[in-house]
């Protein structure tokens, strides 16, 4: 386990981690098409991930999970089992969560997809989930405590009538997948450690159209809604810079900068 402040030379080996998971969501954009199965795209990545990147893909055999990404469509909240007989169809959101190693240092991102035309709850249930997570970011900066954070995303989707999953939250991430702190996606003042330059985790809140409760199935990892609605969720690993911080994991398409200024 790494230490919770990262030095110069393992922020460089993250940054890496972090640019390559970037790049399987952009590159796996194309191949996301109604008719295609979630073992199809599992396989594409893992391809990419091994063989084109070099590096190795984290959730393969992480405390037994089978494959080398989860993804997890519509009512499912996260950790989907990518299977040959699961097929995307049209309207379908899925979420893709890709994590690498690379160099000892891992990187963990996650976004939403629309599988061809989509309805507008599910957009705007992707939406909201993703400027959550943007708003986040434009706080995050040393001198704040973490449960800011938390707090920002929950008045946020509450306010928009959507419901936070509290089971699951972001982490830190260096030299291990999952370290300290824990990052909650609501309100809790005892999450109040104070963020410091040099400090990495991930951010990534699990947003339901229905109410927040889910229930893992029987293959024990895929995590389903219990009222089977919708379940959007974004990931970014995170680093905290002087004054804001750099989002380790930014894809080109994205809508919000790189490096955050967040003076106020
Ligand atoms: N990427 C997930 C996370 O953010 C990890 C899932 S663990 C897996 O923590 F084994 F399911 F892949
Ligand atoms: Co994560």
């Known amino acids: 386990m790494s230490c919770i402040i990262k030095t110069e ?9 972090g640019k390559l998971a970037a790049e399987v969501l952009e590159m796996i954009k194309e191949h996301l098409q109604p008719k295609i199965s979630t073992e199809d795209i599992n396989k594409i990545c893992h391809d990419y991930i091994v063989y084109k990147q070099k590096a190795i893909p984290a959730c393969l055999g992480y405390h037994g999970f089978p494959k080398s990404i989860c993804i ?15 097929i995307f169809k049209e309207g379908d959101i899925v979420n893709i969560d890709v994590a690498v190693m690379k160099n000892n240092y891992y990187g963990d991102v996650s976004k939403m997809f629309f599988i061809g035309k989509t309805s507008l709850l599910s957009k705007r249930l992707c939406q909201i989930a993703q400027e959550s997570l943007y708003l ?8 704040i405590p973490l449960y800011k954070v938390g707090r920002i995303i929950q008045n946020y989707v509450e306010k928009h009538n959507f419901s936070v ?4 939250c972001g982490h830190g991430i260096g030299r291990d997948f999952h370290e300290e702190p824990h990052v909650l996606h609501y309100q809790n003042k005892e999450n109040n450690i104070i963020l410091e330059k040099g400090m990495i985790f991930t951010i990534e809140p699990m947003i339901n159209s229905g109410n927040s409760q889910v229930e893992c199935m029987k293959d024990g990892w895929t995590v389903k809604t219990k009222d089977h609605s919708l379940s959007a969720q974004y990931e970014h690993t995170v680093l905290v810079t002087e004054y804001g911080c750099e989002i380790l994991t930014w894809q080109k398409d994205e809508n919000i900068s790189r490096k955050l200024v967040n003076t106020n």
């Open 165 to 168: 999953v509290k089971e699951y």
């Open 136 to 143: 986040s970011l434009k706080t995050v900066k040393p001198g």
């Open 72 to 86: 997890s469509i519509n009512d499912v909240v996260c950790h989907g089992i990518p299977n040959k007989n699961q």
């Open 9 to 17: 030379s393992e922020i460089a080996k993250i940054r890496t981690s």
